[in-house]
T-cell receptor, first 113, second 114 residues
């Protein structure tokens, strides 16, 4: 089955700096890669996603890049703000599945004011 | 519009008790997923419904876990004879249709088995 690895597990940045979180996946046929933000005690929120036929997608301060050859994708947050502090999860939808998500282990992002 | 809702938000059960967790998906959403999230980890898939049909239950950890969605809307996850290792947050997510990938999550039910 699909296996998603996520790095780093914790990340601290100064307010205004950029943050990058990386994920690798094992199933070369996976075709959908969402990112979720989860604040403590809250529900995971979909913040951006990318399909396998696209290399990059941007939404204001957030961008995701996908390298299908290397089987990795990354989340980029620019001009970080304290409210960006949360746990971020990457996920992949393996081929032949019912579209259930396989998640990475999460990255605790802390933006220091 | 209203998002995915779950109840109860918190449940404490003594080992051996049965529990039932409810999920109300976004109105009109065809697909419904249940996930289990252990402390400090990512959610793990349990089961999937398309309307009332349970098409994938490969993630259910044992036969003590049972899920249903009899009318294709509200879903219930039941855990029989709860054990301490069942302690986790149980998340429900819904998706608009079989051609849609985006999943929207509920707030979860935190189950603590004592």
């Amino acid at each position: 089955g699909e296996n998603v690895e996520q790095h780093p597990s914790t990340l601290s940045v100064q307010e205004g700096d950029s943050a990058v979180i990386k994920c690798t996946y094992s199933d070369s046929a996976s075709n959908y890669f969402p990112w979720y933000k989860q604040e403590l005690g809250k529900r995971p929120q979909l913040i951006i996603d990318i399909r396998s036929n696209v290399g990059e997608k941007k939404d204001q301060r957030i961008a995701v890049t996908l390298n299908k050859t290397a089987k990795h994708f990354s989340l980029h947050i620019t001009e970080t703000q304290p409210e960006d502090s949360a746990v971020y999860f990457c996920a992949a939808v393996p081929s032949g599945s019912a579209r259930q998500l396989t998640f990475g282990s999460g990255t605790q992002l802390t933006v220091l004011p | 519009g209203a998002g995915v809702s779950q109840s109860p938000r918190y449940k404490v059960a003594k080992r051996g008790q049965d529990v039932a967790l409810r999920c109300d998906p976004i109105s009109g959403h065809v697909s419904l997923f249940w996930y289990q999230q252990a402390l400090g980890q990512g959610p793990e898939f349990l089961t999937y419904f398309q309307n009332e049909a349970q098409l994938d239950k490969s993630g259910l950890p044992s036969d003590r876990f049972f899920a249903e969605r009899p009318e294709g809307s509200v879903s219930t996850l039941k855990i029989q004879r709860t054990q301490q290792e069942d302690s986790a947050v149980y998340l429900c997510a819904s998706s608009s249709g079989t051609m849609s990938y985006e999943q929207y999550f509920g707030p979860g039910t935190r189950l603590t088995v004592t």
